[in-house]
């Protein structure tokens, strides 16, 4: 009989746009009932909802005490029948303040670290956490984490350069951290869209990035500059910054877009760039590579191990190498196109395929240990 798997989904249930860790999670959950295997799943959440990964015919778990402490013989079963405490394996998902209370669950643990919402490095966290509520939720985790990290069987990470942060920084043993990269979803691909207008794409709503797009302009760049997403920590500044230069008209603030926007935007901009502090994975950077988008970033983190040499990486204070990059690219054609094949082949490495077998392995060896 194959093993019971629980995997923590409520972070979807949350969700009004599926990016980050709700992206990862649905994609994982949709394509762990795709492969073959004898594990039966077990989808841990805590309220009904309709989401299509409900609808899989896989098993739910849904705790419906509001309080999670003491945490045994607290959970009962939506679909199934089954304690949370008969469960081989327990896939903690999302590591909030809510979630590490499954630590307590008799099953053996795993749980993925996506980067800046478990451990954020003290350089950044003035610029991260501008917010008393986002201080007070980080240093509660930097509290909890040491002491239930013994609790923990495996680490997942999606990135060589996460994995080093938790072994250096918390002092996960090597042997505990697992990287298994996430993957662009298959809706982002080339597509033929109608065109209206020249722009530059970014994710990144930071002061920089519009000193950056001023100086394009300065340089004769007639592009419009769309910024989609929300940055606690620069938004209001940047908005700011783009009025006092007076080139407020020239950049648009879409916010939070859902998938089919995003993918119409990947592929009629004319490059993709993100200006990043930190970053423990960066799907956007792949999403745009998949759809045909040249990438101009910044070498920070974990984003070498995911551009590769299909894009350009620059320094993150570098601002002259990052506007002689994305005018290069704006410019010369043959650099455009030989950017977009590489982009297209390096997106075809990852896939949630992949990223489901190998994490159906991580439950496996935990079991067996």
Same mark, same amino acid.
């Not at 995911?306 to 990052?322: H, S």
């Not at 489901?356 to 935990?366: L, N, S």
């Given at each position: 009989?194959?093993?019971?798997?629980?995997?923590?989904?409520?972070?979807? $249930?949350?969700?009004?746009?599926?990016?980050?860790?709700? +992206?990862?999670?649905?994609?994982?959950?949709?394509?762990?009932?795709?492969?073959?295997?004898?594990?039966?799943?077990?989808?841990?959440?805590?309220?009904?909802?309709?989401?299509?990964?409900?609808?899989?015919?896989?098993?739910?778990?849904?705790?419906? =005490?509001?309080?999670?402490?003491?945490?045994? +013989?607290?959970?009962?079963?939506?679909?199934?029948?089954?304690?949370?405490?008969?469960?081989?394996?327990?896939?903690?998902?999302?590591?909030?303040?809510?979630? %590490?209370?499954?630590?307590?669950?008799?099953?053996?643990?795993?749980?993925?670290?996506?980067?800046?919402?478990?451990?954020?490095?003290?350089?950044?966290?003035?610029?991260?956490?501008?917010?008393?509520?986002?201080?007070?939720? =980080?240093?509660?985790?930097?509290?909890?984490?040491?002491?239930?990290?013994?609790?923990?069987?495996?680490?997942?990470?999606?990135?060589?350069?996460?994995?080093?942060?938790?072994?250096?920084?918390?002092?996960?043993?090597?042997?505990?951290?697992?990287?298994?990269?996430?993957?662009?979803?298959?809706?982002?691909?080339?597509?033929?869209?109608?065109?209206?207008?020249?722009?530059?794409?970014?994710?990144?709503?930071?002061?920089?990035?519009?000193?950056?797009?001023?100086?394009?302009?300065?340089?004769?760049?007639?592009?419009?500059?769309?910024?989609?997403?929300?940055?606690?920590?620069?938004?209001?500044?940047?908005?700011?910054?783009?009025?006092?230069?007076?080139? @407020?008209? $020239?950049?648009? %603030?879409?916010?939070?877009?859902?998938?089919?926007?995003?993918?119409?935007?990947?592929?009629?901009?004319?490059?993709?760039?993100?200006?990043?502090?930190?970053?423990? %994975?960066?799907?956007?950077?792949?999403?745009?590579?998949?759809?045909?988008?040249?990438?101009?970033?910044?070498?920070?983190?974990?984003?070498?191990?995911?551009?590769?040499?299909?894009?350009?990486?620059? +320094? @993150?204070?570098?601002?002259?190498?990052?506007?002689?990059?994305?005018?290069?690219?704006?410019?010369?054609?043959?650099?455009?196109?030989?950017?977009?094949?590489?982009?297209?082949?390096?997106?075809?490495?990852?896939?949630?395929?992949?990223?489901?077998?190998?994490?159906?392995?991580?439950?496996?060896?935990?079991?067996? +240990?």
């Amino acid at each position: 009989m194959g093993l019971k798997t629980g995997i923590t989904t409520n972070v979807v $249930d949350s969700a009004r746009y599926y990016k980050g860790v709700a +992206n990862y999670v649905k994609n994982l959950v949709l394509n762990l009932s795709k492969i073959n295997t004898n594990h039966k799943f077990y989808l841990v959440h805590f309220q009904e909802h309709s989401d299509e990964i409900y609808q899989l015919g896989l098993n739910e778990v849904v705790i419906r =005490q509001k309080f999670l402490f003491p945490i045994s +013989n607290r959970f009962v079963s939506f679909k199934a029948g089954e304690r949370l405490e008969d469960l081989d394996v327990v896939h903690i998902t999302t590591p909030t303040i809510s979630e %590490f209370a499954l630590c307590f669950a008799p099953a053996k643990k795993v749980l993925t670290v996506h980067g800046t919402d478990l451990y954020v490095p003290p350089k950044y966290r003035a610029k991260l956490h501008t917010e008393p509520k986002d201080w007070f939720v =980080q240093k509660l985790k930097s509290i909890m984490l040491p002491k239930l990290k013994e609790t923990i069987s495996v680490y997942v990470t999606a990135s060589q350069f996460l994995k080093r942060e938790l072994v250096e920084n918390l002092r996960i043993p090597d042997a505990r951290v697992k990287v298994i990269p996430f993957a662009a979803s298959e809706v982002f691909k080339p597509k033929e869209f109608q065109k209206s207008m020249d722009f530059i794409l970014s994710d990144t709503p930071v002061p920089s990035l519009i000193k950056i797009y001023y100086n394009l302009k300065k340089r004769g760049v007639k592009h419009k500059l769309v910024v989609f997403g929300y940055r606690a920590y620069g938004y209001e500044k940047a908005k700011e910054m783009a009025a006092n230069l007076g080139i @407020q008209n $020239d950049v648009i %603030f879409a916010g939070h877009l859902p998938q089919p926007d995003l993918v119409r935007l990947y592929n009629t901009a004319d490059v993709y760039v993100r200006i990043a502090m930190y970053e423990g %994975f960066g799907l956007p950077p792949l999403e745009a590579m998949a759809c045909g988008c040249p990438v101009v970033t910044t070498n920070v983190g974990s984003l070498p191990e995911v551009v590769g040499d299909a894009g350009i990486l620059k +320094n @993150q204070g570098d601002i002259e190498g990052l506007v002689n990059a994305i005018y290069e690219v704006l410019t010369n054609d043959g650099l455009r196109q030989d950017m977009i094949k590489k982009g297209l082949e390096r997106a075809k490495m990852f896939s949630w395929e992949k990223t489901a077998r190998e994490t159906t392995k991580v439950y496996e060896e935990v079991v067996k +240990n």
